[in-house]
C-alpha cells in the first residue's frame, strides 16, 4: 500500500515539477528583460534538481542524489555570474 501511495505521490510530483519546467522555459524564451530570462534560468535549475531528488526517492538510488548536488551547485554558480554580469558588465574584475 504505502509502495502505491509513493508512485502516485512521485508521479503527481514529477508531473507539477515539468509543468513548472515548461512554464520557466517560456519565459526563458520570451522574457521582456534580461532579468526575467535568469530568474527562469534559475527556476529551471530548481525544478531539475527537484525532479533528480523526486526520481532518487521513486527509483530508491543514490546516484540522483548526487546529480542534484551537483545541479545544484553549478545553478548557484552560474545564477551569480549572470547576476554579476547584469550588474556591472563583466563576470571577472581587472
Do not use: H
Amino acid at each position: 500500500m504505502s509502495q502505491l501511495l509513493l508512485y502516485w505521490a512521485s508521479s503527481i510530483a514529477l508531473t507539477g515539477f515539468a509543468l513548472a519546467m515548461c512554464c520557466a522555459a517560456v519565459r526563458l524564451l520570451r522574457g521582456p528583460a534580461a532579468q526575467d530570462r535568469v530568474l527562469a534560468l534559475d527556476t529551471l535549475y530548481v525544478n531539475a534538481m527537484l525532479v533528480m531528488l523526486t526520481l532518487g526517492i521513486r527509483l530508491g538510488t543514490r546516484v540522483y542524489f548526487d546529480i542534484a548536488l551537483l545541479i545544484a551547485l553549478f545553478g548557484f554558480v552560474g545564477t551569480t555570474a549572470l547576476a554579476k554580469f547584469l550588474l556591472r558588465g563583466e563576470v571577472i574584475e581587472p
